[in-house]
């Protein structure tokens, strides 16, 4: 099981921030949470991970709710190619990733 | 280099040919992983090997064997597919299977089975 639910898809318009929500509301004390996006026919790509402190690299922004039952994945501002299916991963030592259906970002001109 | 790379990008055989994937990473990484996907679906884990010991085998079917022939290399052969088993194959790595950390993805391999 994924252990996450994501909205199927989302529209964005370019140069405007991108917010994908995730509610894992069955998330254990020791799982972080991960998000991968995968662009049209290419592998999954690392994004940026989080255990409860919100988090920032140089592609998005990662904030968890105080109780972890959710998080958001900021895009700061979305171009054309961040259009790409998004996926929300909770992980801990002794599990594999399993990928959920994601959401589908369209980046609109 | 934190690239995983994956040969051939595009595969078509027949269901009597036996044909082999191949992927490779020099990350120093010491677990690998086989996913498939199908189109408009998530990545589905096949297997993981850990310190080139194949640790899971997600109840995949004997028809694809895969091997690990050092700690750079991974290979996924298959025998006897099915058009079914059309899809993306999807290599990737980590520092250590069943620890905290990213998953380093190849492109895939487009498979073709008529």
Redesign the interface.
């Known amino acids: 099981d994924?252990k996450t639910t994501q909205p199927t898809s989302m529209d964005c318009a370019e140069g405007r921030a991108a917010n994908l929500p995730c509610n894992h509301s069955t998330i254990s004390g020791n799982e972080?949470v991960?998000w991968?996006r995968q662009i049209h026919?290419?592998?999954?790509?690392?994004i940026i991970?989080g255990l409860k402190n919100n988090e920032t690299n140089e592609m998005a922004s990662l904030i968890i709710t105080e109780d972890r039952k959710s998080s958001t994945l900021i895009l700061p501002h979305a171009t054309l190619r961040d259009t790409a299916?998004y996926?929300c991963i909770v992980?801990?030592?002794?599990?594999?990733?399993?990928?959920?259906?994601?959401t589908r970002l369209s980046v609109l001109p | 280099d934190t690239e995983v790379t994956q040969t051939p990008k595009h595969l078509v055989m027949g269901m009597t040919n036996k044909k082999s994937l191949k992927c490779e990473q020099h990350m120093g990484h010491r677990a690998m992983y086989w996913y498939k996907q199908k189109a408009k679906k998530p990545p589905e884990l096949m297997f993981v090997y850990s310190y080139e010991k194949l640790s899971i085998n997600e109840s995949v079917p004997s028809r694809f064997s895969p091997e690990c022939p050092n700690s750079s290399l991974l290979n996924l052969h298959l025998h006897a597919l099915q058009p079914e088993d059309s899809a993306l194959y999807l290599c990737a790595s980590s520092q250590r299977h069943r620890e905290t950390g990213e998953l380093f993805f190849g492109e895939g391999s487009r498979l073709t089975v008529l």
């Open positions: 994924a972080y991960y991968y026919s290419q592998g999954p790509q690392y991970h299916v996926y992980n801990n030592y002794g599990q594999n990733f399993v990928f959920g259906p994601g």
